[in-house]
């Protein structure tokens, strides 16, 4: 008889060293075992992290709470552990949002030169920088941009607009 025997190697697993990121829920750089919490942007849970005291000190200095994110490298205290230890300074901001001019999803703002206006449909050509774009407004307003086009006046567009579902047309805010 032949066996044949396959071996593994059973050397111990490396710790992991992972990123992280989310918003800072608290941290306690004072106590016995210091630590931060943070919510975890891609698993929605609330996870914890320990750092030195010292590195605690440096990442947080005397900040006041507020919405502030954090984001930097942890490992595994052993290869089978759910205890996270920091690994350097951790890089703690506050994330700013941008927010949009407009008041409804659907408005914009529009600023070019009219070239060609549609009194009949309200569809406007306008230029931006020398590229062409396409607008349906109210018929009134695109006929009084075709005559004024007709006495070979310039015509510019100025303004915010936003979509009327009804009318099936952008309306001046």
Known sequence: MLF???????????????????????????????QFRYLDST??????????ADT?????????YEKR?????????????DIWLCVGKPHIFQKYQVSVNSP???GKRIQG???????????????????????TIEPSLAKEM???????????????YHYDRIKRYYIKD
Not at 15 to 22: A, H, L, P
Not at 56 to 64: E, K, S
Not at 69 to 81: D, F, L, M, R, W
Not at 113 to 134: F, K, M, N, P
């Open 113 to 135: 030169q009219v070239i060609e206006a549609d009194g009949e449909t309200g569809q406007i050509v306008y230029l931006v920088r020398g590229r062409r774009s396409y607008m």
């Open 4 to 34: 044949v025997l396959f071996s593994t190697d059973l050397s111990p697993k490396e710790r992991k060293v992972i990123r992280f990121s989310g918003e800072l829920v608290r941290w306690e750089a004072q106590s016995p075992e210091p």
């Open 104 to 106: 409804s999803s659907q």
């Open 56 to 64: 605690m000190r440096l990442a947080l200095g005397n900040q006041p």
């Open 69 to 81: 994110h954090i984001e930097g490298k942890a490992t595994q205290v052993s290869p089978t552990s």
């Open 146 to 160: 075709a005559e004024s086009l007709s006495r070979m006046q310039t015509v510019e567009i100025d303004g915010d």
């Open 43 to 52: 698993s929605l849970r609330e996870k914890t992290i320990f750092c030195d």
